[in-house]
Structures are given as structure tokens and as C-alpha cells.
């Protein structure tokens, strides 16, 4: 019997199908997980094959859309609330409170019941009535309030600040300023590094709250100080002057000046116009303006060339990418951040009535990357 199941064994490995279901099987499936908490972060790193074969780099994209919550803010409202657990400042039972219209809102109220607390998320009544709704499904607390200047009580971000101070076992998450951010994505840093083997030339990002381009570029520095990090800034932001030229406003001065409007661009979560203490911790190498133009034809690029159906902010970092490796070169691998899928932008960014009313209709683009400036 042991004679027969040995030769049985040897056949079995030399068939290549079942040699590599052996492999795949005790290498890459990730084994028992806890909860929520372990299916967030350890995304898959993917190779583009268009961009690559069109730039002669490597592009290289982490898929963060895989994620629970859709988006690379899982890793933020973890740590944000894990960090909190830990340190005793909540404890379950508690609330979790933020002022956000972005996907942030989602993870915090996904995190904060998977450890038996609630969130409580303001934001402005002109953000768009399913990003509330989607939350209450959640079973967070929603308010919407007249938008205000950041100065003024009323403003969402100073209720959700307030709501927090108000009441014992509370916390303000507090997204840009909350350097549980930043350290959020020393782990991605760290995955990028691991899944290249350390062979990662340059990271391209936009910057939104910059936690992700701050933890990525830390991370890669430490290990290799030659890791080139650029940054993508959306039309209406002033990042790109920060890195260019060192010009950046507080916050107050941001609003006072009115530096950006929701319609400055289509791409929702990157650029700002004030430095925040996540962004302050980026080490950036150069910047590239994008356009909107620019994500929506990388959008239907990605989609009709690979299937991959993204949001505005990663077609902005892949526009990025592209950018980058024609900085660089031929022959250098690099690597951005796929933040979230389509699916959260049908209202705007992937529906063609929006994109024709502001003259944005895509053209049928094919293979070539001439749509990138
Ligand atoms: N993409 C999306 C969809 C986002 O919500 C955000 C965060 N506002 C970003 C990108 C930017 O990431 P970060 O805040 O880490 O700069």
C-alpha cells in the first residue's frame, strides 16, 4: 500500500495542475483569520500589464478596493481604533466620531462595530444623500449640516470634535491630524517592500489626509533611501506648491481664501490646501499636476485594457505612475495604490451623463497612454 500511494505521489507531482495547486496551496492562502480586523490590509500587489507594456516599467498597484469597507481606509479606522482599545482612551460600548463625506466614514463605522462601539459621522448636507445612507445602513449616526467655514461651531468637523469631548469613552478619530494614520501605512510601506522583494524604484501617490504617502515613504526610505516617492496633486489642490515650491496655508487661512470648491475637481479624497500633520511627515522626492481629464480617460483605460473598474483617486495615481515612469525611464519598477473600486462613484465619476455635462466624455482610447501630458 505504502509502495502504491508513494508512486501515486510521484505521478501527482509531475502533473504541472496539480504541482502548482500543491504550491498555491501552502503558499499563498492566508490561514485562519480573526474577524473583521484580519481581512483588512495584506492586499494583493498586481502587476499592470497595459501601463507596463506601454511604459516599459514595471507598474505596479496595490489593490486596497479589496478591502472590507472598499477602500485603503480600513487600515486608518483600524489602527485609529485599535490604537484607542489599547491605550484604554475607548473601551466597548464607546463612540467613535468623525467629520468626513469620505470612505472613511464606511471603515469607521465597519471598525467600530467589530469591536461593540458606534460611530457618529458629520458631514456637510450637500454631500451626496447615498454617502448617508449607506452609513445609517452601517448603523452610524448621521449629521448633515449646512456647510460653514472651518472657524465657525458648526462646521461638521467641530461637531464631530465636540460630540467626542462631550461624553466619557469617546473618541475623535480625527483622520489628518491622528498620526495613527501615518503609522497605519508604515504596514503598507512594509507590504510593498515584501511583495517586490525589495525591488521597488519609485511610489507615486495623491495625498488626501497624505497618511498614505507618509507611512509608504517612510517605510521604503528606511529601507532603501534611494526609493524615489512623487506625489499626484488633483486640478484645485496646493500640494503640488508645497513640494515645488514650499508654499502651504493652515487651515484656516485654506478656507478663508476659499483655495478650493468641491468642483474644482472630479477626483474625491486627494489634494488639500493646508498642511496637515500626516502630509508633514511624507518624504517626497517631486510632484506631478494631474488633471481630470487625465483620471477619467486612465479610468476607462483601466477598465477596457484590464477590467479593473477604479475610483478617481486611483485612476489620479495611475496617471501618476505613468508620469513617473516617463520621468525615470525605461526599466524601473513602480508602484501606487489602487484606493478604492468604481462602485462608490457611479453618480459622478463613472456616469457618462456627469462626465458629458462637464465636458469630460472619454474618447474610445485604445493601448497608447497619449491622453497622459
Ligand atoms: N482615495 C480615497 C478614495 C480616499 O478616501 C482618500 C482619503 N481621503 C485618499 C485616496 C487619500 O489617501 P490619504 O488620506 O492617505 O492621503
Known amino acids: 500500500l505504502q509502495a502504491l500511494s508513494e508512486l501515486l505521489g510521484t505521478l501527482l507531482r509531475g502533473h504541472p495542475h496539480v504541482a502548482l495547486h500543491l504550491r498555491g496551496a501552502s503558499s499563498s492562502l492566508r490561514p485562519v483569520g480573526e474577524g473583521l480586523a484580519d481581512l483588512v490590509g495584506n492586499t494583493p500587489l498586481i502587476r499592470i500589464r497595459s501601463l507596463s507594456e506601454q511604459t516599459g516599467c514595471e507598474i ?7 478591502n472590507p469597507g472598499g477602500s485603503v481606509k480600513d487600515r486608518v479606522a483600524l489602527e485609529i481604533i485599535q490604537e484607542a482599545l489599547a491605550k484604554g482612551r475607548l473601551a466597548p460600548g464607546g463612540l467613535v466620531t468623525e467629520g468626513t463625506v469620505g470612505s472613511t466614514g464606511v471603515s469607521l ?14 458631514m456637510p448636507d450637500d454631500a451626496a444623500v447615498e454617502k448617508a445612507q449607506m452609513l445609517q445602513a452601517l448603523g452610524a449616526e448621521v449629521q448633515r449640516l449646512r456647510p460653514v467655514s472651518i472657524t465657525h461651531p458648526d462646521h461638521f468637523v467641530n461637531v464631530a470634535r ?13 483622520q489628518f491630524e491622528n498620526p495613527a494614520n501615518f503609522r497605519a501605512h508604515l504596514k503598507t510601506g512594509e507590504e510593498i517592500w515584501e511583495q517586490t522583494r525589495g525591488r521597488v524604484d519609485a511610489f507615486v501617490s495623491g495625498a488626501g489626509t497624505g497618511g498614505t504617502i507618509a507611512g509608504v515613504s517612510c517605510y521604503l ?3 532603501r533611501p534611494g526609493v524615489q516617492v512623487f506625489l499626484i496633486d488633483p486640478p484645485g489642490s496646493s500640494l503640488y506648491n508645497k513640494v515645488a515650491r514650499g508654499v502651504m496655508y493652515t487651515r484656516e487661512e485654506a478656507e478663508g481664501k476659499r483655495l478650493r470648491h468641491p468642483f474644482d475637481t472630479i477626483t474625491e479624497g486627494i489634494g488639500i490646501n493646508r498642511l496637515t500633520q500626516n502630509f508633514a511627515r511624507a518624504q517626497v522626492d517631486g510632484a506631478f499636476k494631474g488633471t481630470d481629464r487625465e483620471a477619467v480617460e486612465m479610468a476607462q483605460y483601466l477598465l477596457r485594457n484590464e477590467g479593473l473598474f477604479v475610483g478617481s483617486s486611483a485612476a489620479m495615481n495611475c496617471v501618476g505612475a505613468v508620469k ?15 484606493c478604492d473600486g ?16 462637464h465636458g469630460l466624455t472619454p474618447a474610445a482610447t485604445g493601448t497608447l497612454l497619449n491622453f497622459v501630458a
Open 162 to 174: 465636540r460630540r467626542a469631548a462631550e461624553q466619557p469613552n469617546a473618541i475623535f478619530a480625527d
Open 324 to 338: 513617473a515612469a516617463r520621468r525615470l525611464g525605461p526599466g524601473h519598477t513602480i508602484v501606487t495604490v489602487l
Open 221 to 223: 526610505k528606511q529601507r
Open 109 to 122: 463605522a465597519m471598525c467600530a462595530a467589530a469591536y461593540g462601539c458606534r460611530a457618529f459621522i458629520a
Open 342 to 357: 468604481g462602485h462608490r462613484h457611479l453618480s459622478k465619476f463613472h456616469s457618462p451623463s456627469y462626465l458629458a455635462e
Open 60 to 66: 505596479l498597484a496595490k489593490a486596497e478596493f479589496l
